[in-house]
């Protein structure tokens, strides 16, 4: 499969544990970000959004944070599983258009 | 059952050949969007279309060419002119805001 994982950051976690997955964007004037998830070989899927009036907001077992101060986002995962092992990255979107920026990723690594 | 498709999965190229890479949706969304995804890279724009008929380059359009006659459909050709061809190119779509993803293409060239 694609080595989408090459040369990205790494984070190794035990299974069962909280996972911290963190982006630093880079636009002040951003408005919205989004969270996603691809597995090795796989489209990028998604997993939550946040937009900038709001400082957190959570699903199932994953909450963003978001501190526009220090322009930092991150994906927090509870209770990690092997199934969560994928890159994640952030995007923002800037102004009224659609399109979004991408971080280049991090490798989440769950060790049973 | 909606969502987005792309074909083929992997895809091979012999260097001068145009090669085209289908994307389709139907979750009626109005805008499509061309990635690029290179080992250790965060995703390039290449090409989006905002609505029927109309679309715009983006960051690396260069080399690529699309069209889009129908709302469900953006295909997307990679030609001889492209240097760099080989890598996994991700189709997207989206309303307002949130961009769904395709399962992607694996470009190969020989």
């Known amino acids: 499969g694609e080595s989408v994982g090459l040369h990205l950051p790494t984070l190794s976690v035990q299974e069962g544990d909280n996972s911290i997955i963190n982006c630093a964007y880079s636009?002040?004037?951003?408005?919205?970000f989004i969270w996603y998830k691809q597995e090795s070989g796989k489209g990028p899927q998604f997993i939550i959004d946040?937009?900038?009036?709001?400082d957190k907001r959570q699903g199932q077992r994953v909450t963003v944070l978001l501190n526009k101060t220090v322009k930092h986002l991150s994906l927090q995962i509870a209770a990690t599983q092997p199934g969560d092992s994928a890159v994640y990255f952030c995007?923002?979107?800037?102004?009224?258009?659609?399109?979004?920026?991408f971080g280049t990723g991090t490798q989440l690594k769950v060790e049973l | 059952d909606g969502g987005i498709t792309q074909s083929p999965k992997y895809l091979f190229r012999k260097e001068g050949q145009n090669v085209t890479l289908s994307c389709e949706q139907n979750?009626?969304?109005?805008?499509m969007y061309w990635y690029r995804q290179d080992p250790g890279q965060g995703l390039r724009l290449i090409y989006y279309?905002?609505?029927?008929?109309?679309?715009q380059k983006g960051d690396i359009a260069e080399g690529y060419s699309v069209s889009r006659e129908k709302k469900e459909s953006f295909p997307l050709t990679v030609t001889s002119a492209q240097k760099n061809p080989t890598a996994f190119y991700l189709c997207?779509?989206?309303?307002?805001?949130?961009?769904?993803f395709g399962p992607g293409t694996r470009l190969t060239v020989l």
């Open positions: 995007a923002e979107k800037t102004g009224g258009g659609n399109k979004l920026t």
């Open positions: 979750l009626n969304h109005d805008a």
């Open positions: 946040i937009r900038s009036n709001m």
């Open positions: 279309s905002q609505i029927v008929n109309d679309f």
């Open positions: 636009n002040s004037a951003s408005d919205y």
């Open positions: 997207a779509s989206s309303m307002v805001g949130t961009q769904y």
